[in-house]
């Protein structure tokens, strides 16, 4: 799953909080992928857990357009570590997206549907309502002046290197890199915060 090795690339299993059997999330989320058409397997054939909603938020960044976009606690603190890090050797990180509901994964499917595409191709880009790793409030999308944001032009910016070579020293790994398992594309832009060593 590491092609290449860099730093930063590794594909190492990741923490999840799964919902257990006959758990309402799982419940609703079932309900979801009968309603998208997608199969009840859809977990285990992609090796994604379930990832129930945060149910504590602050707000990490404050748009131009007067939205919040909002982080796990613990993640928002890493998150300004990792910045002003990153800010002392002249790098600039920009948060891009955060937390995501549930239902605000479900309509990003139904817009994506409306407009043509297939099932497959969406799932290819966006997890299926309930898998995503946005509605921890743990992941988060990073962009960078000057880079169009969420492309994979973002792994040839320097701010991609320095995430490659210090996002670990602030429990960030990447979450989907080049042949990960789980049918999604490879994405230099999204990260997830785990904890330092091992802590979840």
């Known amino acids: 799953m590491n092609f290449g090795r860099r730093p930063g690339h590794a594909s190492l299993p990741a923490p999840t909080v799964s919902a257990p059997p006959n758990d309402p999330f799982a419940e609703r989320i079932a309900t979801e992928l009968q309603a998208l058409g997608i199969a009840p397997g859809y977990g285990e054939q992609r090796q994604l857990a379930l990832?129930?909603?945060a149910s504590e938020l602050v707000t990490a960044r404050v748009l131009k357009d007067g939205r919040e976009l909002?982080?796990?606690?613990?993640?928002?603190?890493a998150w300004q570590a990792l910045t002003t890090a990153a800010a002392a050797e002249n790098i600039t990180l920009l948060l891009i997206s955060g937390f995501r509901s549930?239902?605000?994964?479900?309509?990003?499917?139904?817009?994506?549907?409306?407009e043509g595409q297939t099932l497959e191709q969406?799932?290819?880009?966006?997890?299926?309502?309930?898998?995503?790793?946005?509605?921890?409030?743990r992941a988060v999308d990073i962009g960078t002046p000057g880079c169009p944001p969420l492309t994979e032009a973002f792994e040839a910016t320097l701010a991609f290197a320095w995430l490659a070579r210090r996002a670990a020293?602030?429990?960030?790994?990447?979450?989907?890199?080049?042949?990960?398992?789980?049918?999604?594309?490879y994405e230099p832009w999204h990260w997830r915060h785990h904890g330092r060593a091992g802590a979840l």
Do not use: C, M, W
């Open 169 to 185: 020293d602030f429990g960030f790994r990447l979450s989907f890199p080049r042949g990960n398992p789980h049918g999604v594309i």
């Open 102 to 114: 549930v239902a605000y994964q479900r309509s990003i499917l139904d817009r994506k549907l409306a």
């Open 122 to 137: 969406i799932l290819q880009v966006n997890a299926a309502p309930g898998f995503s790793e946005h509605h921890t409030g």
């Open 70 to 77: 909002k982080l796990a606690p613990a993640t928002a603190h």
């Open 51 to 53: 990832q129930p909603e």
